[in-house]
């Protein structure tokens, strides 16, 4: 009996000693790996911001440090929860930059992220290439933004032009916009509102 049961064994503890060797073998890699991934993030949010900053800076004739400062300024008003919020999809966006706004170039159009403090609300705009010497009155009719803010929506009945009547309710939920095709926070189908310019 003594055979058998040896020869149940010894792979099992052979086994059991290789999980044990490589999973040591990980955790002393650990200190370093760590280490090493957050220089690498951080390297990364560095280029990819720099790149965002320095892109937005040369199509707003404005210099970099200003746009940090109005990117990262807290306004009044604005509770710390949102202001995180805000920052943090930000740094989402910019993550995704350099593969977004090469995108956007081939269709001719160049990509920013707004946020939109007062409505609770972020979003990102494609504007046509050829209308950043406008100002941002006339871009705005040209732009495609992708928003997720606060906005009223009429919950009344449908008249005839196809759009919902009052009474209104409060909502945050996400939209585009398009003035080009006369779309004002489809799908939720409202008309074209005059409405406070969003913050670079």
Same mark, same amino acid.
């Given at each position: 009996?003594?055979?058998?049961? %040896?020869?149940?064994?010894?792979?099992?503890?052979?086994?059991?000693?290789?999980?044990?060797?490589? %999973?040591?073998?990980?955790?002393?890699?650990?200190?370093?790996?760590?280490?090493?991934?957050?220089?690498?993030?951080?390297?990364?949010?560095?280029? %990819?911001?720099?790149?965002?900053?320095?892109?937005?800076?040369?199509? !707003?004739?404005?210099?970099?440090?200003?746009?940090?400062?109005? !990117? %990262?300024?807290?306004?009044?008003?604005?509770?710390?929860?949102?202001?995180?919020?805000?920052?943090?999809?930000?740094?989402?966006?910019?993550?995704?930059?350099?593969?977004?706004?090469?995108?956007?170039?081939?269709?001719?159009?160049?990509?920013?992220?707004?946020?939109?403090?007062?409505?609770?609300?972020?979003?990102?705009?494609?504007?046509?290439?050829?209308?950043?010497?406008?100002?941002?009155?006339?871009?705005?009719?040209?732009?495609?933004?992708?928003?997720?803010?606060?906005?009223?929506?009429?919950?009344?009945?449908?008249?005839?032009?196809?759009?919902?009547?009052?009474?209104?309710?409060?909502?945050?939920?996400?939209?585009?916009?398009?003035?080009?095709?006369?779309?004002?926070?489809?799908?939720?189908?409202?008309?074209?509102?005059?409405?406070?310019?969003?913050?670079?």
């Amino acid at each position: 009996m003594i055979l058998p049961l %040896t020869a149940f064994t010894a792979p099992t503890t052979s086994l059991f000693s290789s999980i044990v060797a490589t %999973t040591t073998a990980h955790m002393n890699c650990l200190p370093t790996a760590l280490p090493t991934a957050a220089l690498a993030t951080a390297a990364y949010l560095t280029a %990819t911001n720099t790149a965002y900053l320095a892109r937005r800076s040369y199509l !707003r004739k404005m210099s970099i440090q200003k746009l940090w400062q109005i !990117r %990262t300024t807290r306004e009044p008003g604005v509770t710390l929860q949102l202001y995180f919020i805000i920052i943090l999809a930000w740094q989402a966006f910019v993550l995704a930059f350099p593969i977004v706004e090469p995108i956007a170039m081939c269709l001719g159009k160049v990509s920013f992220f707004y946020s939109y403090p007062n409505a609770k609300g972020v979003g990102i705009i494609f504007e046509p290439a050829n209308v950043q010497h406008l100002k941002q009155s006339q871009r705005v009719k040209h732009q495609i933004r992708c928003d997720w803010h606060r906005f009223n929506v009429n919950v009344g009945g449908i008249g005839r032009d196809g759009y919902r009547h009052p009474p209104s309710v409060t909502k945050n939920l996400p939209h585009i916009d398009m003035p080009t095709r006369n779309l004002k926070h489809w799908p939720w189908r409202r008309r074209w509102e005059n409405e406070k310019e969003p913050k670079c």
